[in-house]
Nanobody, 122 residues
Framework: EVELQESGGGSVQAGGSLRLSCAAS?????IVWFRQAPGKEREGIAM??????NYSGSVKGRFTTSRDTTANTLYLEMHNLKPEDTAMYYC????????????????????WGQGTQVTVAS
């Protein structure tokens, strides 16, 4: 099954930007970005399924997801970062052949990366 690995996290000041990457061992039509802040539930924030893209209200207009198909790599461009964006960020995929729905359910995703930490200072 697919293996996922995130990178690109770090610490920035509020208003700053970061670019996360999610390298996949094989192509998957649907990859979802989740994040989990301390003490909070994991939430889906961006989904790329073929050419369809969805964003949660908390990141829409500030975050952009895209894909480099030749490299099986997904990107999450994050701009105008806020302290409330501080979280561990994950990319995830469903079992092969299953499509994604929006908003995504954490329980439907079998394949996860190890996560990359994003910390936004005020």
């Amino acid at each position: 099954e697919v293996e996922l690995q995130e990178s690109g996290g770090g610490s920035v000041q509020a208003g700053g930007s970061l670019r996360l990457s999610c390298a996949a061992s094989e192509y998957r039509s649907c990859i979802v970005w989740f994040r989990q802040a301390p003490g909070k539930e994991r939430e889906g924030i961006a989904m790329l399924d073929g050419s369809a893209i969805n964003y949660s209200g908390s990141v829409k207009g500030r975050f952009t997801t895209s894909r480099d198909t030749t490299a099986n790599t997904l990107y999450l461009e994050m701009h105008n970062l806020k302290p409330e964006d501080t979280a561990m960020y994950y990319c995830a995929a469903r079992p092969r052949g299953l499509r994604c729905t929006w908003p995504p359910l954490v329980s439907e995703f079998a394949h996860w990366g190890q996560g990359t930490q994003v910390t936004v200072a005020s």
